[in-house]
């Protein structure tokens, strides 16, 4: 079973920087894809960022690119989310991500993540 443990989350200001991580336990953490998501009140889960399963490709949620960077280290099971010049509108609950499925192609779609993190919170005032 696998459980995945978000942290790095807090209340900043407007153009601050911070840095999520995800810790990885219970499966082949190196065969599957991890992604952030996240969730502000009254909205959907969204997608924030991807990372390929062999750290090699990456893509980001337009709202995002250029601010933040997503990157793994497969040898900790770790997942990180640097995310610079933060805005108001990043406020939200983060989420980390494992793939359903093992070794795909870049997927930016919550319905292919099957297990999620409990989430960790990021307030941004201006």
């Known amino acids: 079973q696998v459980r995945l443990v978000e942290s790095g989350g807090g209340l900043v200001q407007a153009g601050d920087s911070l840095r999520l991580s995800c810790a990885a336990s219970g499966r082949t953490f190196s065969n599957y894809n991890m992604g952030w998501f996240r969730q502000a009140p009254g909205k959907e889960r969204e997608f924030v960022a991807e990372v390929s399963w062999t750290g090699s490709s990456t893509q980001y949620a337009g709202s995002v690119k250029g601010r933040f960077t997503i990157a793994r280290v497969n040898a900790n099971n770790m997942v990180y989310l640097q995310m610079n010049s933060l805005k108001p509108e990043d406020t939200a609950t983060y989420y980390c991500?494992?793939?359903?499925?093992?070794?795909?192609?870049?997927?930016?779609?919550?319905?292919?993540?099957?297990?999620w993190g409990q989430g960790t919170q990021v307030a941004v005032s201006s």
């Open positions: 991500a494992a793939a359903k499925l093992p070794r795909t192609g870049i997927l930016a779609d919550p319905t292919s993540f099957a297990t």
